[in-house]
């Protein structure tokens, strides 16, 4: 088998993938296949309350806050998001530029409303992020968004960013449950979940019960945060095998791993061996992201031209390292790092690494 270092859908830990390979066949304790078992169900009930619950306890949620599973990936936040906190207000949101996604981000949130990018690093190829001292936030914005992990770019925020008295709505897609986060501090966090936590067709949005007091009346059913609170995300038919995949996440990031802080320590241990290899690498191996903002969970990097990458990719895959080259949108070389991926895998990659610039050197 290969190994799973894809930027998009993650690699998922061993032990959840038997599982899920039983529940293909049948869920032990309904005896009928997971494909197959209706959302109506007092089971799938249930499944949404645990998956609910290990939640709020692995994040250390405040009880004010909505758990919603919902579908439309995290694309359709970026639209359900300023068309409940910025239809209508009299001062922009505030946005950061800081990748390819937050990119995606402001550009529907423009649809819904004005606007204000409070720093943008595409001039500078999203190299790096911002510190705090370039950051003038407004106390008027009805709330600032940012990306706590730009993906494609390997850069990630390793502290919260806004003021206390603006809400902050933050994408955690590629990095949420990857470490503790400080929820409390957030009005809203959204993830889909083809990165860390399962497989695409859910997205996880924890919404504060005061965001959506103060949202329009006349929102499209789907589109309201209310509607799914109120129905506990089985406002319409959820996509329920997705949602027990996550469930089973969760309780291996409780009952095998720990807890969070023990899967962020693991999380260092990976991208500390990677970083390694670059940095002792004299050069072969470039970083992208400046060393105060790399991700712990895309490591993005180039070699000193595309031939030679395209080469280190082909021997790369033959090794049996599958999903290693950078977004279409960068090119180069992103190896993901989600929380299924072992620490042994990456040791093998690492090793394989060392190999190549030997035998290329
Ligand atoms: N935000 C981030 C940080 C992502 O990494 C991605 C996809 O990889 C998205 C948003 C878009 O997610 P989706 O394809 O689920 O809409």
């Known amino acids: 088998n290969h190994l799973n270092f894809s930027g998009g859908p993650g690699a998922l830990p061993e032990s959840v993938l038997l599982q899920v390979q039983q529940s293909i066949i049948a869920v032990p304790e309904v005896g009928l296949s997971i494909l197959g078992i209706s959302h109506r169900s007092d089971w799938f009930a249930s499944v949404v309350a645990e998956l609910e619950g290990n939640i709020r306890e692995l994040m250390g949620l405040p009880e004010d806050f909505h758990v919603l599973f919902l579908q439309g990936g995290a694309t359709q936040q970026f639209s359900m998001i300023p068309m409940t906190l910025l239809r209508g207000k009299p001062h922009p949101a505030e946005y950061l530029h800081t990748g390819y996604w937050s990119g995606k981000a402001l550009a529907e949130a423009r649809r819904e409303g004005a606007i204000r990018v409070l720093w943008s690093g595409e001039a500078s190829g999203f190299r790096r992020l911002p510190g705090d001292e370039e950051l003038a936030y407004s106390p008027d914005a009805p709330y600032l968004h940012y990306i706590s992990n730009e993906t494609v770019e390997g850069l990630q925020f390793h502290r919260v960013l806004g003021r206390d008295d603006v809400p902050r709505v933050c994408d955690m897609s590629s990095d949420f449950l990857s470490q503790p986060c400080e929820a409390e501090r957030y009005s809203l966090i959204y993830a889909h979940a083809q990165k860390n936590i399962g497989p695409a067709g859910v997205t996880v949005v924890l919404v504060r019960d005061g965001v959506l007091k103060n ?76 060393t105060q903002d790399r991700s712990l969970m895309n490591v993005t990097f180039n070699l000193a031209t595309p031939e030679l990458e395209q080469r280190f990719l082909a021997a790369a895959q033959a090794a049996g390292f599958s999903g290693l080259s950078g977004h279409r949108s960068t090119g180069g070389i992103r190896a993901s790092l989600y929380n299924g991926l072992t620490l042994s895998a990456v040791e093998q990659l690492t ?10 050197g």
């Open 215 to 290: 949202a329009p009346a006349d929102l499209p059913g789907f589109l309201d945060y209310r509607s799914h609170a109120q129905a506990h995300s089985i406002f319409n038919t959820p996509p329920v095998f997705a949602i027990y995949v996550v469930l089973l996440i969760t309780r291996w990031l409780r009952n095998e791993i720990g807890g969070l802080s023990r899967m962020a320590e693991i999380n260092r241990s990976k991208a500390g061996l990677m970083y390694r290899r670059l940095d002792d690498s004299h050069g072969f191996y470039r970083g992208r992201a400046e």
């Open 351 to 360: 090793g394989f690494m060392e190999d190549f610039q030997r035998k290329a």
